[in-house]
């Protein structure tokens, strides 16, 4: 009997975690405002359905995100619904801290046609990461998500040939018209 009630419990057990691993990842509801002052609702105010997220948990990690967007934006020519928001994830702060932060990314980013999408925002981190499940903070992590917020596909790090292939592929099977990677070529031997 009690063999047969271990069982139970065990396959109960399995059960769950299978249909929680079934369950899709979905952007939580994040509601800040972009360095531009807008107000912003994600998923909410998602207009396309491949939106990437660059999110990024510490300033140092700015390099890797502008590089990110450079490649991103030259996706944009094949791709021009292709929307991509920037995302400092921070822990919740009050008031001045927040404007500080703002106003110190805004000083440090000439660049002016990013701030409509920058979005720091301030939250229970540990609640959001475990959400989308991130494991790490010391990397950045872009996330490929449909419409209503669901997670279609994740890389993390610096834009690498590798990393950039496994983004167009997940882009490429969300329905962008981006069209197949070529292979680099293999180098030939020089005698």
Same mark, same amino acid.
């Given at each position: 009997?009690?063999?047969?009630?271990?069982?139970?419990?065990?396959?109960?057990? $399995?059960?769950?975690?299978?249909?929680?691993?079934?369950?899709?990842?979905?952007?939580?509801?994040?509601?800040?405002?972009?360095?531009?002052?807008?107000?912003?609702?994600?998923?909410?105010? $998602?207009?396309?359905?491949?939106?990437? +997220?660059?999110?990024?948990?510490?300033?140092?990690?700015?390099?890797?995100?502008? =590089?990110?967007?450079?490649?991103?934006? @030259?996706?944009?020519?094949? =791709?021009?619904?292709?929307?991509?928001?920037?995302?400092?994830?921070?822990?919740?702060?009050?008031?001045?801290?927040?404007?500080?932060?703002?106003?110190?990314?805004?000083?440090?980013?000439?660049?002016?046609?990013?701030?409509?999408?920058?979005?720091?925002?301030?939250?229970? *981190?540990?609640?959001?990461?475990? *959400? +989308?499940?991130?494991?790490?903070?010391?990397?950045?992590? +872009?996330?490929?998500?449909?419409?209503? @917020?669901?997670?279609? @596909?994740?890389?993390? @790090?610096?834009?690498?040939?590798?990393?950039?292939?496994?983004? *167009?592929?997940? +882009?490429?099977?969300?329905?962008?018209?981006?069209?197949?990677?070529?292979?680099?070529?293999?180098?030939?031997?020089?005698?």
């Amino acid at each position: 009997m009690r063999s047969l009630t271990a069982r139970i419990l065990l396959l109960t057990l $399995f059960a769950a975690m299978a249909a929680r691993a079934a369950e899709p990842v979905v952007l939580p509801t994040i509601s800040f405002y972009t360095l531009s002052k807008d107000h912003l609702t994600l998923p909410a105010d $998602f207009r396309s359905d491949r939106n990437l +997220l660059l999110l990024y948990f510490d300033l140092t990690q700015e390099r890797d995100i502008n =590089d990110w967007n450079a490649v991103i934006d @030259g996706w944009r020519g094949g =791709d021009p619904s292709l929307m991509s928001y920037t995302v400092l994830v921070s822990p919740q702060k009050n008031f001045l801290s927040r404007w500080w932060q703002n106003a110190s990314m805004r000083s440090a980013s000439p660049d002016h046609s990013h701030w409509p999408s920058t979005l720091p925002i301030y939250v229970d *981190k540990h609640a959001f990461e475990q *959400k +989308l499940g991130i494991s790490t903070e010391k990397q950045v992590l +872009l996330l490929l998500t449909d419409r209503k @917020g669901r997670v279609l @596909g994740r890389v993390g @790090g610096p834009p690498t040939d590798s990393s950039r292939t496994a983004l *167009k592929s997940a +882009l490429n099977a969300a329905g962008s018209p981006l069209g197949t990677i070529a292979a680099p070529a293999a180098a030939t031997p020089s005698h």
